[in-house]
């Protein structure tokens, strides 16, 4: 969300983030004091038509005046970290209103970190490992965190290091190896289909699982983006809306608030994104349950950015 919109969409509008000529700054203008720089200045050709047109009469108003460099350099920075601070507190309460906190000390953590358990296979929860990955799998398993931060799906560290998808990997176990922490589905499913282990360096083990435990989170997030998208364009009357209601609960299993549904655009994409993401976990652990093929013959690295 940019910050020249934090105000409206999170309720406070005793701030605005206001304009600053970002293309006169330089250091031979530090001390400038004299008539305001000209609108080309404010980067006017970047702004939409609903920016220019609140732009336009302030710039004709502010323009008769003197412009001070200095001051108004420092206004416009304290302005700019007012709105995120007021932003971030107001978000902070929005969330805290449906997401509790538990407080947890590190004597627990501790103590719950000295649990072992005997036979890795049977663990569920997280594992840390390094692992050789099979040639010719077609869709890698494994995601892999570059040096340089990408998230990749590889079957070779060296070759997604060097960008090599032109030729066949030609490099050894070890250069092809991955370390890393994985949830112990993806890295059993991977065994299943011919990576193999070369070390095990941590195992962390939960006694309970379930694949229900970030439904209420995806709900309560998805019930947000859907009652800050509005009303669909069809449901104009009081039966009609009623209607939506009732089949958004039937297909969804959410019962949205009549109340709250209004068109709101940067909460709608704030929360889509958080949806976004679950229907991509869910897509990719549908993708794996199907059987792979690997191809036959030389290869080149399969590499694939997320």
């Not at 970047?46 to 004709?60: A, C, G, H, I, K």
């Not at 407080?103 to 501790?110: A, C, D, I, P, R």
């Not at 962390?204 to 699982?209: A, E, L, V």
Request: hydrophobic residues 30%.
């Amino acid at each position: 969300m940019r910050l020249s919109a934090m105000p409206k969409a999170l309720g406070f509008t005793d701030k605005t983030k206001g304009y600053f000529p970002h293309k006169f700054s330089s250091e031979i203008h530090l001390n400038y004091v004299g008539p305001y720089p000209v609108p080309s200045d404010y980067d006017v050709d970047r702004m939409t038509v609903r920016e220019r047109e609140e732009f336009d009469p302030w710039y004709n108003e502010v323009s008769r005046g003197t412009f001070d460099f200095q001051k108004e350099a420092s206004l416009y920075c304290k302005n700019d970290v007012d709105i995120l601070t007021q932003g971030s507190l107001k978000f902070r309460d929005q969330f805290l209103v449906q997401c509790d906190m538990r407080g947890v000390t590190f004597g627990e953590l501790h103590y719950k970190s000295e649990k072992r358990i005997s036979r890795t296979h049977a663990a569920t929860g997280f594992i840390r490992a390094t692992v050789y990955p099979p040639r010719g799998l077609l869709f890698p398993v494994l995601p892999h965190k570059s040096e340089g931060g990408k998230l990749l799906f590889t079957l070779c560290r060296t070759c997604a290091e060097t960008n090599n998808e032109g030729g066949p990997c030609e490099h050894d176990d070890e250069g092809r190896a991955l370390t890393g922490v994985w949830v112990t589905v993806e890295f059993i499913k991977a065994l299943d289909v011919g990576y193999r282990v070369g070390k095990i360096t941590e195992v962390w083990h939960f006694d309970k699982s379930s694949d229900t435990v970030f439904t209420d989170y995806i709900h309560t997030f998805l019930k947000g983006k859907q009652e800050a998208s509005g009303y669909p364009a069809e449901a104009t009357d009081r039966e009609s809306r009623e209607k939506y209601i009732r089949d958004y609960q039937e297909h969804q299993g959410i019962l949205l608030d009549a109340g709250k549904i209004e068109t709101n655009p940067q909460q709608s994409s704030h929360q889509v994104e958080i949806h976004r993401q679950s229907v991509d976990v869910d897509h990719h652990v549908s993708a794996y349950k199907k059987k792979r093929t690997p191809a036959e013959g030389p290869v080149p690295c399969h590499t694939q950015e997320t």
